[in-house]
């Protein structure tokens, strides 16, 4: 099922290298049909929910997958389907209405969510690395200091540590006056398509920007290549080279995940205002809020032995 969406997707994307190198004169007008578009986007969205509900069903009813490893992924299954039904749906009704009409408070509404959810995402993959380190630096323990409680309260604390400082920049970004043009270059409302708006001085703002993506994206990623560090040492000083691999293996997806992430998010937000162009900022936003989500099932899916063993079992069971 999710070696069929995959390949699916790899047919649209031969399609749209077909029409922009055998027809470059049509490319244009063929890949702006609002219809075309509908469907790419519509077919992401519908792999990312299959994809990440298929991995949340699996890891609660297969006891195999009963581990703080899948007990986190299984969230970060669900939070990257709320990431994304705050973005495409949007996106699909703007395509079949040609309005892109939005009010400012549901562009408010939209912003906080993505802000939230993002953060979110990036303190769970930052709790996936520490439990990985735990896994692989301090095996004995393992079950000690990772148990279903503190695997909970981890959870737990990764949603409620970021609500109030986004509620907090979102109430400040759109409290600011807003004399401009009513129209955001963009195809959701970012925090830099939204500044851009606004008529005031917003260096204050600017500045609680990079405060809070300093807070919630560098700092996290700093202790994930902290404890990558830790776990690559740890990895090397193994004698057996079938043990070096299945535990570079466990890490392998998460690693991909982070950088992928971490990367087009980064830049996003911790770039100079005066050296951003609108149009590399859509690419951005276009990989971090999509195209990522969609490829993540597909690593964490296809690069994990286990959970491809448990889909087995669930499609036996289900054609059985």
């Not at 578009?37 to 997958?65: K, V």
């Not at 380190?133 to 540590?161: D, E, F, G, K």
């Not at 986004?166 to 500044?195: A, E, K, M, W």
Request: proline letters at 5%.
């Amino acid at each position: 099922m999710l070696g069929g969406m995959e390949f699916l997707l790899l047919t649209v994307m031969a399609y749209d290298r077909y029409v922009a190198i055998c027809n470059p004169l049509h490319y244009p007008m063929v890949m702006n049909n609002k219809w075309i578009l509908f469907g790419i986007f519509l077919l992401m969205y519908l792999t990312i929910l299959m994809c990440n509900s298929t991995i949340m069903l699996i890891t609660r009813i297969d006891p195999a997958l009963q581990t703080p490893m899948y007990f986190f992924l299984s969230n970060f299954s669900f939070v990257e389907i709320c990431y994304v039904t705050v973005t495409i749906p949007r996106m699909l009704m703007d395509l079949c209405t040609l309005k892109g009409n939005i009010s400012i408070f549901a562009c408010a509404a939209q912003m906080c969510f993505i802000l939230m959810l993002g953060g979110t995402e990036c303190l769970l993959l930052t709790a996936m690395a520490y439990d990985r380190y735990v896994a692989i630096c301090n095996p004995l323990h393992y079950s000690l200091v990772m148990s279903h409680r503190i695997c909970t309260q981890l959870v737990t604390a990764c949603w409620i540590s970021v609500i109030p400082v986004v509620i907090g920049q979102t109430y400040q970004i759109f409290s600011l006056p807003f004399c401009r043009s009513n129209r955001i270059n963009h195809f959701i409302c970012d925090i830099p398509p939204v500044l851009k708006l606004a008529c005031g001085d917003t260096f204050v703002n600017e500045i609680a920007v990079y405060i809070v993506a300093m807070v919630f994206v560098m700092v996290p990623f700093v202790l994930i290549l902290v404890s990558y560090c830790k776990i690559i040492f740890s990895i090397l000083k193994l004698s057996s080279a079938k043990g070096r691999a299945k535990a570079f293996s466990t890490c392998s997806s998460h690693l991909t995940v982070v950088v992928l992430f971490y990367g087009t998010a980064g830049i996003t937000y911790l770039q100079p205002k005066p050296t951003q162009s609108e149009r590399i900022g859509k690419l951005l936003s276009l990989f971090y809020t999509i195209l990522i989500p969609t490829l993540n099932p597909i690593i964490y899916t296809l690069r994990n032995k286990d959970i491809m063993m448990a889909l087995r079992k669930l499609l036996s069971k289900l054609l059985a």
